[in-house]
């Protein structure tokens, strides 16, 4: 019988803008500009009942710029959380990279894979039996060196980059979990 401290768990990555909030083409950090991709709820209650933890990886570099602050992403995240607690599919974590790699070099920012594998210690994660999900190759990028599988969403993804590859997260939500 396996004891608690070897049980391992699986988790969806995800990323956040282009795969849970829409894309504007410019930094998201209030309420009002955070409009949610159709289908991200239905694909993360689907994840959710086949266990997947579900687990927020994204690049906050406007922080770094001085475009916006910790606590506004914070406080946007806790608004964010909230509505997947509503609709039935809690976050497990969230975590973002405040660094800019036009102001100072990190290791934490993706494409390193530094968030997701802290992610995986912590919450006891398998990532070989999770994926890694994102609209950009650096997410790409750092979901295959923490060892995860991948999927690309949107036209930003090259489809033979990663595992597999959705035009949108509604499509990802009707066909992934086939
Ligand atoms: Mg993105």
Same mark, same amino acid.
């Given at each position: 019988m396996k004891t608690t401290s070897e049980i391992l768990y699986k988790a969806i990555f995800l990323d956040r803008d @282009?795969?849970? /909030?829409? &894309?504007? @083409?410019t930094y998201v950090y209030t309420w009002e500009n955070f409009k949610f991709e159709s289908g991200i709820f239905d694909f993360c209650r689907k994840a959710t009942s086949l266990g997947y933890k579900l687990i927020v990886i994204t690049n906050q570099g406007g922080i770094a710029k001085g475009i916006y602050t910790r606590e506004q992403t914070e406080h946007l995240h806790k608004q964010m959380q909230s509505m997947f607690s509503a609709e039935g599919c809690s976050l497990t974590g969230i975590y973002y990279s405040p660094f800019h790699k036009d102001i100072s070099k990190n290791i934490? $920012?993706? +494409? $390193?894979d530094w968030m997701i594998t802290r992610a995986c210690s912590i919450h006891k994660i398998d990532p070989q039996q999770s994926w890694m999900i994102g609209d950009k190759p650096r997410d790409i990028a750092a979901g295959l060196r923490a060892g995860c599988r991948t999927v690309g969403i949107g !036209? &930003?993804? $090259? +489809? /033979?980059? !990663?595992?597999r590859w959705f035009d949108s997260m509604a499509s990802a939500a009707q066909h992934f979990f086939e």
């Open positions: @282009g795969v849970i /909030n829409q &894309e504007m @083409g934490m $920012s993706k +494409p $390193s !036209a &930003e993804v $090259s +489809p /033979n980059l !990663a595992d």
